[in-house]
Each structure stands twice: as structure tokens, then as C-alpha cells.
């Protein structure tokens, strides 16, 4: 079995033999995303690397390109584009529907999330052909009507400070970037992965097998 590689330095390093990185959503949130943030140590400062996503196609990103790539980048500055669409070197992300809530429960804190899905297209934009890249971006709320909409969970407004939660002991973070973490894949690999999950039954012939019987008898 091929090990797990990451990228550490711009330089990619294998991890051990059986090693599997593959968080929940609410896992990424939670020890990742929630904590870079907020400027505190991660679970591991290599898994994840910095990378300027925006800037890159999703072919030429380090990793390995036949597993989940995961990286901190900058927001995307959406105002430039108003109709969503992301574009790069040889095409553009298309959001593929409504940014989807995630609330995740830290002790009496509740942490509340974005996740937006995006579609790769080559060419030109909003005439591009869809490719099979696949991008989960998680973002914390940008703003503080988007914490308030949420109602009592913690938030994190990335240009200016703001309270977090009434119950927590940190009042506020200020933070000159605004992270965000993105999930890269390729959705033939997600349907390889599903295969693999099928478990292939024996046939067993039922033409010689005694009919069951309805009743006990004696």
C-alpha cells in the first residue's frame, strides 16, 4: 500500500504505512480551520499547508491528485466577481448551490461555519465545460449579521473585532488574514471509493432448496 503524502516546505513527504487523513466536516472545522483562525497551535502543522489555491488549477496543486488535498488559503475576494464565478488559469470555480450551515459543539460553545461547493470549469466563464474537480471551501462567518442569523454561537468576523460568545474567555480575535480551509478531489475517485465499499454476496442457487413452510407440523 502507497503511503499518505503531505506537503511540507513546497517539499511532498510520506507519513506512515496505514496512515489515513480523512476528518469529518465537523473535524476540519472544529481543530483546524477554528484554529488557525484564532492563531492557536493545530493538531499537526505539516498536514495542512498554506497554499494560494485561487492562483493555481486544481491538476497542478501539491499532493497526491488521486486523494483529498486539504489547505489553508485566503478568502476569495467575491466582490470582484459578482456572479460567483472563480476564475484562474485555465478556467474557473462555480459555486453548485446554496453555502451550506455547520454548527459544531465545543464544550458550551457552539462554533458556526460555511461550507460552499464549487465545480471546476476549462475555459472561459460562463461558457466553460465542467470538469470533475471538486472543492469544499470551509470559511467562518465573514460578518457579524451572519453570526447574529445563527443566533448564540460563537463567530468570527475576519476584518474587524468582534465578541465571540458571551460565555467565552476570549473576548475578541483580530486577525489581518481571513483563512479559509479548502478540500480538493476528483469525483471519479469519490465513485472508486464506493465501489470499494460494495461487498460482493455469493449467489446461492435457491432451486434445490426446500420451500419454507408456514405452519409446524407435528
Do not use: C
Not at 507519513?15 to 483546524?32: A, N, Q, V
Not at 458556526?112 to 472543492?135: C, E, H, V
Amino acid at each position: 500500500m502507497e503511503n499518505l503524502k503531505f506537503v511540507k516546505d513546497g517539499v511532498s513527504v510520506s507519513l506512515p504505512t496505514g496512515f489515513k487523513f480523512e476528518p469529518s466536516d465537523e473535524e476540519l472545522i472544529l481543530h483546524y480551520l477554528h484554529n488557525k483562525v484564532m492563531s492557536r497551535p493545530l493538531p499537526d502543522d505539516n498536514i495542512i499547508p498554506d497554499f494560494e489555491v485561487w492562483k493555481s488549477d486544481p491538476w497542478d496543486m501539491p499532493g497526491d491528485s488521486e486523494k483529498y488535498r486539504h489547505f489553508f488559503s485566503m478568502a476569495y475576494n467575491e466582490s470582484v466577481n459578482p456572479n460567483g464565478d472563480i476564475p484562474n488559469s485555465y478556467g474557473y470555480w462555480r459555486p453548485t448551490g446554496f453555502d451550506i450551515p455547520i454548527t459544531v459543539t465545543k464544550g458550551f460553545e457552539f462554533i458556526f461555519a460555511m461550507k460552499k461547493i464549487l465545480s471546476f470549469y476549462r475555459g472561459n466563464s460562463p461558457n466553460g465545460t465542467q470538469t470533475d474537480w471538486i472543492m469544499h471551501e470551509y470559511r467562518l462567518p465573514a460578518s457579524p449579521a451572519a453570526a447574529a442569523a445563527a443566533a448564540h454561537v460563537s463567530a468570527v468576523n475576519p476584518f474587524k473585532k468582534i465578541k465571540l460568545s458571551e460565555s467565552s474567555d476570549e473576548a475578541a480575535a483580530s486577525m489581518d488574514k481571513y483563512w479559509v480551509l479548502i478540500k480538493i478531489f476528483r469525483k471519479k475517485n469519490e465513485r472508486k471509493k464506493e465501489v470499494k465499499k460494495v461487498v460482493k454476496m455469493p449467489f446461492i442457487s435457491g432451486r434445490n432448496s426446500a420451500p419454507a413452510s408456514s405452519s409446524n407440523k407435528p
